[in-house]
């Protein structure tokens, strides 16, 4: 049971917390003038990684190293064990030269998420129940729309290929984290090209071979990466209508 003193206490910490100043970032003479009217920045994406070590100890090792400048938010285990590394409201090191729907740094829109794999093996079930727990705590608590779950190499296409051909995409986006079409799907509309679908999309269509490259990855995994086919056009379309009608729950 809350005693009066105690409620009185906590009523001044929450006081106190309201009226506390905001930190001083510049060094120039400014005169302090605090407005209530703010509230945290926030991320709008969540970006899957592999870690590409046998193991999560070395990952892990990696990402805390100073002098590898290199981090992400958090390192989810192959036995389901998630490692919290850096604040959600800071900025990670984890997306480095990346853009999608033309944010040109994702780093500091984003929450990086390490999944430890080598790049080649199968995800363990028990890390993907939990990668799947994290993203719905993130989800919901960011409110993230769905199609902003990304890939490493889809905001980097040419320099990055994690989370890998392996990865289970189909399945996230069946809970809620990406988007995804299975066949039938409706016909692309005449003189509409694939460098334009892909940009609506989310991806830097300048390198027009990596990008093909990125989405084949994701969504026709297994496919020739360089040959984008009619039916690929059409499931990219189809990605298009689930990406405008992606809410953000």
């Not at 910490?13 to 703010?38: D, E, G, K, M």
């Not at 592999?50 to 805390?64: I, M, P, R, V």
Request: contains cysteine.
């Amino acid at each position: 049971m809350i005693t009066l003193r105690l409620a009185a206490a906590l009523l001044l910490a929450a006081l106190a917390a309201c009226t506390a100043p905001q930190p001083l970032r510049t060094a120039l003479p400014v005169i302090r003038s605090p407005s209530p009217n703010f509230d945290a920045r926030r991320p709008g994406f969540v970006i899957l990684h592999h870690t590409g070590s046998a193991d999560a100890a070395h990952a892990l090792a990696t990402l805390t190293d100073s002098r590898q400048a290199v981090s992400a938010h958090y390192l989810v285990a192959r036995n389901g064990t998630i490692h919290y590394l850096v604040d959600e409201m800071a900025r990670a090191w984890h997306a480095g030269d990346s853009s999608w729907g033309g944010h040109r740094d994702m780093n500091s829109a984003s929450i990086g998420v390490e999944i430890d794999n080598d790049g080649e093996e199968p995800y363990a079930e028990a890390q993907l129940r939990a990668l799947l727990a994290l993203l719905a705590d993130l989800k919901q608590r960011w409110k993230v729309p769905a199609a902003n779950f990304l890939g490493h190499g889809d905001v980097a296409p040419g320099r990055k290929v994690d989370p890998g051909a392996a990865f289970p995409w189909k399945r996230l986006a069946e809970s809620g984290f990406g988007v995804w079409c299975d066949p039938p799907y409706p016909p692309v509309p005449a003189g509409l090209d694939t460098a334009t679908m892909l940009a609506a999309l989310g991806y830097d269509a300048a390198n027009l071979e990596a990008a093909v490259a990125a989405f084949k990855r994701r969504f026709v995994p297994g496919g020739n990466e360089r040959e984008i086919t009619a039916d690929d056009r059409a499931r990219l379309w189809c990605l298009l209508g689930r990406r405008q009608g992606a809410p953000a729950e």
